[in-house]
Every structure is written in structure tokens, then in C-alpha cells.
């Protein structure tokens, strides 16, 4: 009940069809719609959402910065807001708590996502160095090294208010503990509520309610029916069915004539007359006039209210600033309120600016803000994916020295230090590195741009680049983001616009949005190439699609065409050693290698001797042992 302030938001959460991002607050796309599910940021990092395609139900959560980055990777069943540096996440139906860097800080050993009970406020989030938790469906609290404070002993714990935190216990009587857990008043209550302002109303055994102080004592006598907390030096009591409000020393100050009323905040407070509610204020005059079936308390200088089974809000004044038009509707915190209208849910502000646009993601928006600097463009639109495939051969090529990786210039001199366990060439701009077992990207200056979090990553190919998290493929732009979430099982390069996808064991294609555009039925599927995939189902014979999913035949040339990359074809000969010819079919790289891959932007992956290294178009080995 205590009256505080909260900084606006400056990312807002933004749904796009049915997924979710963030914008600002002239509704400018900062991190692009992409997740199904998510909230606020908390400390600099905001619990997404990715649905689980094993399941027909069910998600998993992680966590990301403000610049759209996946700071803790999607692998929990549910994720709760940073506070106070940790989060609680649920894993296998446990609840643990992780830092920043998504490590394990306290080990998940406490109930997951258990029932909301009344009075069991903030479960899983600290304040003021302790948190929540629940063991068998007993609460307790820890501190923020996982040691338990409050043994796991009552049924019901609220948050400490004023030093005491009200608790019920095993037999269902109510009493309060100090933050070490000790017994501060004894439980000799049907039921108490929280301190505010040095009191606290409590209900006697015989069923009447009363306030006492923090020592226990009794200050104001049972003799009410109901009773809320002080606000203002008022707290409203009902007698004899009817409310009215008393100060600290239990004197009648507002008269009892409302048929209900709550604490005041900011204030006001809701009164009830003939079954309407409106406000008064610390003086008992009516400044709202009774006029809605239901009300709330102000937060952040609104109200909500409701009419004719809709809601809105109404500021100090009873302007209706958010218009009644509304299924339900949360309590405004940093500036939003996440409203229900119809089947669809979204953020409001305080002015009652929506927050959402009910058109998907592939109905013309082709637009995301890039906040690093960066000179390589990403395509946003299928129009643009032609010139970002004409990638220019690359300055700087992997190079091997012994079991070290770098890169060099084409003329073998090391422009980027060989202390990489893996790396691959350069895709607009950037290049895949193994560090300490995970894998990053590096600019052309050897400079780390998109941080070694990743259990495995791709090239980037038109603007995108084929990451693996907990063993699941998807997809970042150059500015890290995760712009494809990590749901699939495997995932091919982008060409021409889509990439080959598999999803329980078939494969299908996504375009660069992420969205399925041949649906996954699929054996095999190849890349694209001239427009055309070659995939196949089965023990059937391979065939070709269009970009649209349709079988097609190709011109008589094409698979002629299509095994030559680069004008180059990798060849066995007899010695079992690969070599590459040229379209004439002349030996043009001499059969020495044990293994040979295509060739791209100019490089060419071959194995000799067990090692792997890159040759350029001439045969050129960018590697020493």
C-alpha cells in the first residue's frame, strides 16, 4: 500500500501479430517480434519466451538485453524477473536462481511455479536480500546464497513490511516473523494483514478485527467486522455492514455510510454507494462521483475501473484517460499496464497508446533497428536477398598454424592471431570463431563482436547465421540478435532466401522472418539454388521445389549446372583422393586431399592427413603444420 514511483519504461513491450518485441516509445521497433512470450525488463535483462516445437504446449525461457542479444539462453521452463541480481528459473520442475551470466547461484531445489496463494507475495523474487520459496508446498525463505533463513514451515508468508512479515501457520493461525525467522508476535490470529504507518489489523479468535503495533500490543480494540491497513493516518473499518474510516487512535474520523471501502492511495480512496464505487478524499468529500460497478486503487495516477463489464481508467481528476473498452486489465508499473481486448493481450501506457499491431510479422513489416555500428546491410525484405548474395571474395581467409586457427590476407600474412580452436570463413562481415569451446564472430579487424556463447555457428549468409543453443538450431543477425529462434533440431545455411529447417526428423524451409514457408515433410532438403531445391521423402526418387513448395521440373541444364560451385567440382579418382575440375572437365587442383568440399566466395574446405584447411581457387593452401 505504501505510495511509490516507478521510472517509465523506455522499452516497451510490442506484439506484432502473435509475437513479441520491444519498441520505444514513439512505437520505433527496437528489438524485433520475435518471441512468443515475454516481460519488462528487470535490471537490464527481460524474460523471453520461444514455444517448443517438440510439444504441442509449453515453452522455454531465457533472458535478454536491452540491445536484443540472448544474454541466458531459452533452456528453462519458466524464468522470473531479475531482482537484486538473481532470477528464479524452474528446470525439470525445480526452481533454482541464476546471475546476469545465467549461472547457477543457488541449485533448483525448491517447488516450481507453484499456486498463487493469497498473502504469498513476490514468490521467487528477492527484496532486500531474501526471497520466497516453497518445499512440499511449505514456505520458507533464503537468502541470496541459497542458505535457508525461514525454514519452509508455513502455509502462507507475505513480503516483510515495516521489519514483520505476516505468516500462517500448519493450524491456520496468523502471526509474523522477523527477518532471522523468529517469532516477533505470536500466531494467535484467524487472520493479520501487513504493518503500514506502525499498525497492523489483525482478527481475533472470536472473529472481530483490531490493530496492534509491532511490539503486539493492542491499540485499537476488536471491534470491527473488517478492517483494512492505515494510508494517510486513516484505515477504513466496517460496522454493523457499513465503512467508514478511524486514525491511529481508533476514533470514527469519516463516518460509516459506504457500503465498502479500501485504504486510500495517492490520496484517494474507493468508496462504495449503492453498489457503485467512486473516491473521496482524506477529508470524506466525494471528489469521484459513484459511477462504476468495480475500481481499483491509483497507481502511477490512474485507476482502473469498470462499466457494463469493460474496462479503462481514470486519472486523480475522473477523466477517463484510457477509454472503457477494455476485457481486464493489470495495474500501471513503470508506465504500462498489459491489457486483455478480446482473444489478444498488450501494453498500454498511462495516455492509453497501444502498444501492439494485430497484423503478423510476414504482412509488411521488413524493418529492425541494428544499434551496433556497422557498414554490412542486412536484408529486410525477399527483394534484397539477390544483392546480398553477391558477397565479394573475402580479404581475409582461415589459416591454420598446427592446431591454432586465424586469419590471414591472400598472401598467407596472419592479420588476426592463430589462438582460435575453429574458425570459418567471413560472411557479410563477420566470421565464426571456437573459443574456449564456444562459438562467436569476429569483424575483419579480429575485434569480438558477437560474444563465444554459442555450442556451435554457421557462416553468415544474407545477413543470417545458423547458431546452436542446448542443442538447437536458429538464427542471429550481425548485431547478434537471435532473429530465428533456437527450436530446430538442424538448419542449413540461407539461400535465395530460405533456409532448410528439420523439425522432428522431417526437414522444411523458413524464409529470412522465420516463417515456415514449406512446411517440414521432408526426408532431405538441399539449398536452393537458381531457384529450385532438390529434397526428397522416403525411398522415392529425389525431386525438385520452387520457392513456393511446388514440385518442378528444371531445365534440361540445371543439374549440370548446380554440381559445379564456383565453376569448380570437387572429383574422386582412383587413388581415392580428391581433386577439382572445371566445366571442361580438366583437373585444374591435383587430387591429393582425403576429403573436398564446394567451393565458396572463393575457399574451399578440404582434409589431408586428418586436418582440415582451406584452399583458394588456385590451389593455394592457407594453412603450415
Aim: negative net charge.
Amino acid at each position: 500500500m505504501a505510495e511509490t514511483v516507478s521510472e517509465p519504461a523506455t522499452l516497451i513491450p510490442y506484439r506484432r501479430g502473435d509475437k513479441w518485441g520491444f519498441c520505444d516509445r514513439q512505437t520505433n521497433l527496437v528489438i524485433r517480434p520475435l518471441y512468443d512470450a515475454l516481460d519488462p525488463f528487470s535490471e537490464g535483462l527481460a524474460a523471453v519466451g520461444i514455444r517448443d516445437l517438440r510439444r504441442f504446449t509449453g515453452q522455454r525461457n531465457g533472458y535478454i538485453y536491452a540491445d536484443g542479444s540472448m544474454g541466458v539462453q531459452p533452456i528453462y521452463e519458466w524464468a522470473r524477473p531479475f531482482s537484486e541480481g538473481l532470477a528464479g528459473v524452474d528446470t525439470n520442475g525445480k526452481m533454482g536462481f541464476i546471475d546476469s551470466r545465467g549461472n547457477m547461484v543457488v541449485q533448483p531445489a525448491f517447488d516450481g511455479t507453484f499456486p498463487y496463494r493469497e498473502n504469498t507475495v513476490g514468490a521467487g523474487v528477492f527484496r532486500n536480500g531474501l526471497a520466497a520459496v516453497s518445499v512440499r508446498g511449505m514456505m520458507g525463505l533464503i537468502n541470496t546464497t541459497g542458505a535457508i533463513v525461514v525454514e519452509p514451515s508455513y502455509l502462507r508468508l507475505d513480503r516483510f513490511s515495516e521489519g514483520l512479515a505476516v505468516v500462517q501457520c500448519e493450524d491456520e493461525t496468523w502471526g509474523y516473523i522477523n527477518p532471522t525467522g523468529a517469532a516477533a508476535i505470536k500466531p494467535v490470529y484467524l487472520k493479520a494483514d501487513r504493518f503500514h504507518e506502525g499498525l497492523a489489523p489483525v482478527q481475533s479468535r472470536y472473529g472481530k478485527w483490531g490493530y496492534i503495533n509491532r511490539r503486539g500490543e493492542l491499540v485499537v480494540t476488536f471491534e470491527y467486522d473488517d478492517a483494512h491497513g492505515f494510508v494517510n493516518g486513516l484505515a477504513p473499518v466496517k460496522r454493523d455492514d457499513e465503512w467508514g474510516f478511524i486514525d491511529s487512535l481508533g476514533h470514527m474520523v469519516i463516518d460509516a455510510t459506504y457500503d465498502w471501502a479500501q485504504h486510500f492511495s495517492q490520496g484517494l480512496a474507493q468508496v462504495s454507494l449503492d453498489g457503485k464505487r467512486g473516491f473521496i478524499d482524506t477529508q470524506g468529500d466525494i471528489v469521484i462521483d459513484p459511477a462504476y460497478d468495480l475500481a481499483d486503487g491509483f497507481q502511477e495516477g490512474r485507476a482502473l475501473v469498470s462499466l457494463d463489464d469493460k474496462v479503462g481508467f481514470i486519472d486523480t481528476d475522473g477523466n477517463a484517460v484510457v477509454q472503457l473498452i477494455y476485457d481486464s486489465a493489470g495495474d500501471f508499473q513503470h508506465g504500462l499496464s498489459r491489457v486483455k481486448l478480446g482473444s489478444e493481450t498488450g501494453y498500454i501506457d498511462t495516455e492509453g497508446v497501444q502498444y501492439w499491431n494485430n497484423r503478423r510479422m510476414d504482412e509488411g513489416l521488413h524493418s529492425v533497428t541494428v544499434p551496433r555500428d556497422s557498414d554490412v546491410v542486412l536484408p529486410e525484405s525477399e527483394t534484397d536477398l539477390a544483392s546480398a548474395a553477391r558477397t565479394p571474395p573475402p580479404v581475409l581467409i582461415p589459416y591454420r598454424k598446427g592446431s591454432k586457427w586465424g586469419f590471414c590476407d591472400a598472401h598467407r600474412k596472419i592479420v588476426v592471431p592463430t589462438i582460435y580452436e575453429r574458425t570459418y570463413p567471413f560472411g557479410n562481415g563477420l566470421a565464426p570463431v571456437q573459443l574456449n569451446g564456444k562459438w562467436g564472430f569476429v569483424d575483419t579487424k579480429g575485434n569480438i563482436v558477437i560474444r563465444p556463447v554459442y555450442r556451435w555457428a554457421g557462416i553468415f549468409s544474407e545477413g543470417r547465421a545458423t547458431v546452436t543453443i542446448e542443442r538447437k538450431c536458429g538464427y542471429i543477425d550481425v548485431s547478434g540478435h537471435i532473429v530465428v529462434p533456437a527450436v530446430y533440431s538442424d538448419a542449413s545455411e540461407f539461400s535465395e532466401g530460405r533456409a532448410a529447417v528439420e523439425i522432428e526428423g522431417k526437414w522444411g524451409y523458413i524464409d529470412i522472418h522465420g516463417n515456415i514457408v514449406i512446411h517440414a515433410a521432408f526426408d532431405f532438403a538441399g539449398l536452393f539454388r537458381q531457384g529450385l531445391a532438390l529434397v526428397a521423402v522416403g525411398v522415392l526418387p529425389t525431386f525438385y521445389l520452387s520457392a513456393d513448395g511446388i514440385p518442378t521440373q528444371p531445365p534440361r541444364s540445371y543439374d549440370a549446372e548446380i554440381q559445379f560451385s564456383e565453376g569448380l567440382q570437387a572429383v574422386e579418382e582412383e587413388n581415392h583422393k580428391y581433386g577439382y575440375v572445371d566445366t571442361r572437365g580438366d583437373i585444374v587442383i591435383q587430387p591429393v586431399y582425403d576429403q573436398a568440399y564446394d567451393f565458396s566466395h572463393g575457399l574451399a574446405l578440404v582434409e589431408l592427413n586428418g586436418r582440415g584447411g582451406y584452399i583458394d581457387v588456385k590451389g593455394t593452401q592457407y594453412w603450415e603444420d
